[in-house]
């Protein structure tokens, strides 16, 4: 990708297509995410619930293993859509355990991009998201 708006724009559409594809029969909440690895890489996830709360998983979760499991090591930036199957993307932040999981993989300068139905995006660093967070450097 040739710069930093292409990127997040790959990262969008790939985050929007994966959410489609959500598996959300209890909420109806489709969320969609995609992190960008190290290597330039996009890796997607969707959230998966299960009847047996709180068994479900997240789309971030998802994404995140997809990643470790390619051989990626580190979260550069990640892409969130999420919002009702039939109605439109809501700003939809990551919970406080996807935050935790994407600070396994990411520093507190990784960003984190959300995007409404209008096409707004709002991008914050994980730092802001996650403040004093815990991460791999305190073991």
Do not use: W
Request: proline letters at 6%; glycine letters at 12%.
């Amino acid at each position: 990708m040739t710069n930093e708006r292409e990127a997040l724009a790959a990262l969008f559409e790939a985050a929007a297509d994966v959410r489609v594809r959500a598996h959300a029969p209890y909420s109806n909440f489709f969320v969609g995410a995609a992190v960008l690895d190290e290597e330039g890489r996009i890796h997607v996830g969707c959230n998966v619930e299960n009847a047996a709360y709180p068994e479900g998983t997240c789309a971030e979760a998802g994404a995140i293993s997809a990643m470790v499991a390619a051989g990626g090591r580190r979260i550069l930036a990640v892409a969130v859509v999420g919002g009702p199957a039939d109605g439109e993307e809501i700003l939809c932040p990551p919970c406080g355990g996807c935050r935790q999981k994407i600070r396994e993989f990411a520093g507190e300068t990784a960003s984190i991009h959300l995007r409404d139905a209008a096409g707004a995006v709002s991008s914050l660093p994980l730092g802001e998201m996650l403040p004093l967070s815990f991460g791999p450097g305190h073991l």
